[in-house]
């Protein structure tokens, strides 16, 4: 009959994997698993601070705004929010992949230490995942359209978008959804995964179109004449110039009827100044005509 030393040394000999590897293992999986997540997540938050400051890595140049260029937006802070949002959502989105990988190759490392079989946890997993996948369509669609269209940087906060389903200035992005107010403010919450096609009035540039119709027998020369100068006075007033990009431009006849004739006059100002520029160079425009243009007199026939 063995004695009590010899039966500890026996029991901890047979157990030593059980009581005394395997949880060391364990430990230093999970302490491995909870460094690699800090020490990522330090670097994300390190890469979103200097994005939302103005300062894009290398690694992110590709997704830079494109308003960037906007000194419009840079003045009204719009810009800077529009970065801050856009750096803090691509942070989150890195934060959480990170944080799911992690976890879960760590769980499947700790399962496999303890002598788990994995295929039937693997195969359960798969069909809870295509359970889901079938349920959850719409917010995955959702979700995805959202990702894509924060790293294409195809609208920000500020902006003036037309996304077929509503019409007006984006007031929030978010990864299922988007947030405008038209102008008669109404807001609007957008699934972006129900987004097919969106048009942007804010980035870069924008351009004035003003039609004008004047009778057909007015005399053509000195209409566009008017137009002209009202464009060039307007142009050239300290308080516009800085809005205009380049000169407006009489492009001439638009359109003719029996009954009028249409002169195009257009511009190339900065973002969302084009509907201020268009209602001002109007008023101009008539007070020219008003004052120039006569209507060509008919010849008498003898």
Do not use: C
Request: charged residues 20%.
């Amino acid at each position: 009959m063995q004695s009590s030393p010899q039966l500890a040394k026996t029991f901890w000999h047979d157990h030593a994997t059980g009581l005394i590897t395997h949880p060391l293992q364990i430990i230093a999986v999970v302490a491995v698993a909870l460094l690699l997540r800090a020490l990522v997540h330090r670097a994300v938050d390190r890469l979103v601070r200097s994005s939302s400051e103005g300062k894009v890595p290398r690694i992110l140049s590709p997704l830079t705004e494109r308003a960037a260029n906007s000194s419009l937006f840079e003045s009204s802070g719009l810009l800077s929010e529009r970065r801050r949002q856009r750096a803090e959502t691509i942070g989150s989105i890195l934060k959480s992949a990170v944080s799911f990988l992690v976890f879960v190759t760590g769980f499947l490392i700790v399962l496999g230490l303890i002598g788990v079989n994995l295929l039937p946890f693997v195969a359960g997993t798969s069909l809870i995942g295509v359970a889901l996948g079938f349920g959850a369509q719409n917010i995955v669609k959702d979700f995805l359209a959202g990702v894509f269209m924060i790293l294409e940087d195809q609208y920000g906060v500020g902006d003036v978008i037309d996304v077929k389903e509503a019409t007006g200035t984006v007031e929030a992005v978010g990864l299922r959804t988007t947030r405008l107010r038209d102008v008669q403010g109404t807001v609007w919450y957008v699934r972006n995964g129900e987004i097919v096609r969106v048009g942007n009035q804010s980035q870069q540039f924008a351009q004035v179109v003003v039609d004008v119709p004047i009778a057909a027998a007015a005399d053509l020369s000195a209409a566009s004449a008017a137009l002209a100068a009202a464009s060039a006075q307007l142009y050239a007033e300290p308080k516009w110039q800085p809005v205009f990009l380049a000169q407006p431009e009489v492009l001439g006849v638009e359109s003719i009827s029996r009954e009028e004739t249409v002169l195009r006059v257009v511009a190339k100002v900065r973002p969302l100044e084009q509907w201020r520029v268009a209602r001002e160079l109007r008023g101009r425009i008539h007070a020219g005509l008003v004052e120039s243009v006569q209507p060509v007199q008919p010849v008498q026939s003898d």
